[in-house]
C-alpha cells in the first residue's frame, strides 16, 4: 500500500487548508485511515480518523470543530479540511492506513503511511 499525502503550504491564521491522501497497492475501501502529525521537537500525535464503511469519525480534542476528515473511497482519497487554523497546527501531516479494522488513535496500530505534508501557520 502506498499513500501520497499532499496540500499542505503556508498560510495565516484563521485560513483553511484541505489536505489529500492517495492511496494505491491495497483495498482502500476497507482500511481505517488516520491523520497524524509531528511538530518540530515534538512526538507524533494523531488527529483524526475515519472507519472504512461507517465513516464514522473521531478527533483529537485539540482540533475538534475545526478540523473534518472524510472519505472517497471510490479515489481512494481520504481528506483532512483544517479550517480556523492556529500557529500551534504547524507541524507535517501525515496520513496512515490500518488494515486490521481496529479504529485507534495511537500510531502504532497503523500499518502503512504516506510521506507527511508540510503545513506551516504564521501568527
Known amino acids: 500500500v502506498q499513500l501520497q499525502a499532499s496540500g499542505g503550504g503556508l498560510v495565516q491564521a484563521g485560513d483553511s487548508l484541505r489536505l489529500s491522501c492517495a492511496a494505491s497497492?491495497?483495498?482502500?475501501?476497507?482500511?481505517?485511515m488516520g491523520w497524524f502529525r509531528q511538530a518540530p521537537g515534538k512526538e507524533r500525535e494523531f488527529v483524526a480518523t475515519i472507519t472504512w464503511i461507517s465513516h464514522r469519525t473521531y478527533y483529537a480534542d485539540s482540533v475538534k470543530g475545526r478540523f473534518t476528515i472524510s472519505r472517497d473511497n471510490a479515489k481512494n482519497t481520504v481528506f483532512l479540511q483544517m479550517n480556523s487554523l492556529k500557529p500551534e497546527d504547524t507541524a507535517v501531516y501525515y496520513c496512515?492506513?490500518?488494515?486490521?479494522?481496529?479504529?485507534?488513535?495511537?500510531?502504532?496500530?497503523?500499518?502503512?503511511w504516506g510521506q507527511g505534508t508540510l503545513v506551516t501557520v504564521s501568527s
Open positions: 497497492g491495497g483495498t482502500f475501501s476497507s482500511y481505517v
Open positions: 496512515a492506513a490500518e488494515t486490521s479494522h481496529i479504529l485507534s488513535r495511537t500510531s502504532t496500530a497503523y500499518d502503512y
